[in-house]
């Protein structure tokens, strides 16, 4: 397991996300692990409406007692329209399990919330957790470039080697909006890759739900069971359970050490053709791009699961 917080410096973190199940699993692990210090949570409307993200962002940072800013964002892409992904979180994003509602967001859009924190910044100090579409994200590096040097480190759970989870080509943080997925790549900033290969290896099913419900009986962990409960197992992965996708993006932070990881070029297909979202992922330098981003390979799910086990009963 990771070195023991009191070991480093927090580190200064923006969440930006779409809640989301697998996103209030995400922000309560990194609200309740010292290493981090959520410094910003931004919300996209993506995996349902905005007015519902915002919603669930703001009632999941309130339940965990931490007092982080949370602003709202974009309702839309880029270019296209809002898709909603229901079948998975529910019409009201977190599966029907219902939180007391959270603090008021803080005023402002969230574009211009990151690059506030980003200017006042030292360089390569901040690190940006990208959970949902990008369009926040790129939003802010399109209205003020220079701002990425700032940046220490984008983590993005986004994009799949294999087969997408949205159409057959895409993943669905990519397929939302893969214009601003690309301006990220193209930050020149250190890009870290969760992509839906990673993800499948970290299967939440009922036992581990059940080993996870019995270690406290604290709301946020009592929630958050509730919540991975809720979500249906996976067709795609032949109903082993359901792959737990942002918070891997944490964990990527808090224990590097369950992953193996690769240096990679990435690129994501834009346009309208059946490719839309698509990330082609060059592993083997067939691309002749120079690598970009580390992809994250092999996870050690029990160890994973473990790391969630140790931090979420931290959480009142
Ligand atoms: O494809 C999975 C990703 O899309 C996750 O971040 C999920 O919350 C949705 O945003
Ligand atoms: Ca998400």
Same mark, same amino acid.
């Given at each position: 397991?990771?070195?023991?917080?009191?070991?480093?410096?927090?580190?200064?973190?923006?969440?930006?996300c779409?809640? +989301?199940?697998?996103?209030?699993?995400?922000?309560?692990?990194a609200?309740?692990?010292?290493?981090?210090?959520?410094?910003?949570?931004?919300?996209?409307?993506?995996?349902?409406?905005?007015?519902?993200?915002?919603?669930?962002?703001?009632?999941?940072?309130?339940?965990?007692?931490?007092?982080?800013?949370?602003?709202? +964002?974009?309702?839309? *892409?880029?270019?296209?329209?809002?898709?909603?992904?229901?079948?998975?979180?529910?019409?009201?994003?977190? +599966?029907?399990?219902?939180?007391?509602?959270?603090?008021? *967001?803080?005023? =402002?859009?969230?574009?211009?919330?990151?690059?506030?924190?980003?200017?006042?910044?030292?360089?390569?100090?901040?690190?940006?957790?990208?959970?949902? *579409?990008?369009t926040?994200?790129?939003?802010?590096l399109?209205?003020?470039p220079a701002?990425?040097n700032?940046?220490?480190?984008?983590?993005?759970?986004? =994009?799949?080697?294999?087969?997408?989870?949205?159409?057959?080509?895409?993943?669905?943080?990519?397929a939302?909006?893969?214009?601003?997925?690309?301006?990220?790549?193209?930050?020149?900033?250190?890009?870290?890759?969760?992509?839906l290969?990673?993800?499948?290896?970290?299967?939440?099913?009922?036992?581990?739900?059940?080993?996870?419900?019995?270690?406290?009986d604290?709301?946020?962990?009592?929630?958050?069971?509730?919540?991975?409960?809720?979500?249906?197992?996976?067709? /795609?992965?032949?109903?082993? +359970?359901?792959?737990?996708?942002?918070?891997?993006?944490?964990?990527?932070?808090?224990a590097?050490?369950?992953?193996?990881?690769?240096?990679?070029?990435?690129?994501?297909?834009?346009?309208?053709?059946?490719?839309?979202?698509?990330?082609?992922?060059?592993?083997?330098?067939?691309?002749?791009?120079?690598?970009?981003?580390?992809?994250?390979?092999?996870?050690d799910?029990?160890?994973?699961?473990?790391?969630?086990?140790?931090?979420?009963? /931290?959480l009142?």
């Amino acid at each position: 397991m990771s070195a023991t917080p009191s070991d480093h410096a927090a580190r200064t973190v923006i969440i930006d996300c779409d809640p +989301g199940t697998d996103d209030a699993v995400a922000l309560w692990l990194a609200l309740a692990s010292p290493e981090l210090n959520v410094a910003l949570v931004t919300v996209a409307g993506g995996n349902v409406g905005l007015s519902r993200t915002l919603a669930n962002a703001r009632a999941i940072v309130g339940l965990s007692g931490r007092e982080v800013p949370v602003v709202a +964002g974009a309702d839309r *892409p880029l270019l296209g329209a809002f898709q909603a992904e229901e079948r998975v979180h529910g019409t009201d994003g977190l +599966g029907g399990v219902r939180l007391p509602e959270g603090p008021a *967001p803080q005023p =402002g859009i969230a574009a211009d919330a990151i690059r506030d924190l980003l200017r006042d910044a030292p360089p390569e100090s901040v690190t940006v957790v990208g959970i949902g *579409p990008a369009t926040n994200l790129a939003l802010a590096l399109a209205t003020e470039p220079a701002l990425a040097n700032r940046v220490a480190e984008f983590v993005l759970m986004t =994009g799949a080697l294999s087969e997408g989870n949205w159409t057959v080509a895409a993943e669905f943080n990519a397929a939302m909006d893969p214009e601003a997925l690309a301006l990220v790549l193209a930050s020149g900033r250190p890009v870290s890759l969760v992509t839906l290969d990673l993800t499948a290896q970290a299967l939440v099913t009922a036992e581990r739900i059940a080993t996870l419900r019995g270690l406290c009986d604290g709301e946020c962990l009592r929630a958050c069971c509730d919540i991975m409960a809720s979500v249906p197992t996976s067709r /795609r992965l032949g109903h082993r +359970g359901h792959p737990l996708h942002d918070p891997c993006a944490i964990a990527w932070l808090l224990a590097p050490e369950l992953f193996t990881v690769q240096e990679v070029a990435v690129q994501v297909e834009c346009g309208s053709g059946i490719g839309r979202g698509r990330t082609h992922i060059d592993r083997w330098g067939r691309s002749g791009l120079p690598p970009q981003a580390k992809f994250l390979d092999r996870l050690d799910a029990d160890g994973f699961f473990r790391l969630l086990g140790e931090r979420l009963p /931290r959480l009142p």
